[in-house]
Nanobody, 115 residues
């Protein structure tokens, strides 16, 4: 089993940046493709970004392309999401995911963007 713990959320002004981290327990982190999802109030959870097991291949939702960067450090069992040029529409609870929709989820970290 893999436990995922997100951190790094907070309040930021529009145009600002944040870096989210997801720390994974266990020794199997590198076996999983990892991703970030987000859920805003009243909306369904949506895909944000995905990283292959090695980090060599990534994918992004159209709404965050050019603004967000997903990366991972398998030696540290940590997944990151670098968020630049934040905008109010990006405000949500951000969740770390391992192994796909039916895999493992963190508890989420709140990102608030003030205009």
């Amino acid at each position: 089993q893999v436990k995922l713990v997100e951190s790094g959320g907070g309040l930021v002004q529009a145009g600002g940046s944040l870096r989210l981290s997801c720390a994974a327990s266990g020794r199997t982190f590198s076996r999983y493709a990892m991703g970030w999802f987000r859920q805003a109030p009243g909306k369904e959870r949506e895909f944000v970004a995905r990283s292959s097991r090695s980090g060599g291949s990534t994918a992004y939702a159209d709404s965050v392309k050019g603004r967000f960067t997903i990366s991972r450090d398998n030696a540290k069992n940590t997944l990151y999401l670098h968020m630049n040029s934040l905008y109010p529409g990006a405000a949500a609870v951000y969740y770390c995911n391992g192994g796909g929709i039916d895999g493992y989820w963190g508890q989420g970290t709140q990102v608030t963007v003030s205009s």
